[in-house]
Nanobody, 114 residues
Framework: QVQPVESGGGLVQAGGSLKLSCAAS????????MGWFRQAPGKQRELVAT???????DYADSVKGRFSISRDLAKNTVSLQMNSLKPEDTAVYYC????????WGQGTQVTVSS
């Protein structure tokens, strides 16, 4: 099975921005709703944003108005623009189909300092 590959994480101060990218090859990733998930230490993985193959988006209340998900079907990539970051956004971020139908990648660490 092909797993997604996430990148773009890092350390940023509260109020800053980061853009995450996900390379997800394979027809299943092109045809399905894609999502960005995150898992903070000691917490369960949670879904923060989704985008359908038609471009419709949805967001968790905790990130609504601050995060923006997009995808490029031709390049098989999904991105997450994160603005006005807060310390509580600190987590490992993953992309996958929503709901998850493939194995998880390594994720990318996002750390927001106060």
């Amino acid at each position: 099975q092909v797993q997604p590959v996430e990148s773009g994480g890092g350390l940023v101060q509260a109020g800053g921005s980061l853009k995450l990218s996900c390379a997800a090859s394979g027809s299943i990733f092109r045809s399905r709703t894609m999502g960005w998930f995150r898992q903070a230490p000691g917490k369960q993985r949670e879904l923060v944003a989704t985008i359908t193959s038609g471009g419709s988006t949805d967001y968790a209340d905790s990130v609504k108005g601050r995060f923006s998900i997009s995808r490029d079907l031709a390049k098989n990539t999904v991105s997450l623009q994160m603005n006005s970051l807060k310390p509580e956004d600190t987590a490992v971020y993953y992309c996958n189909t929503a709901p998850p139908l493939r194995g998880w990648g390594q994720g990318t660490q996002v750390t927001v300092s106060s």
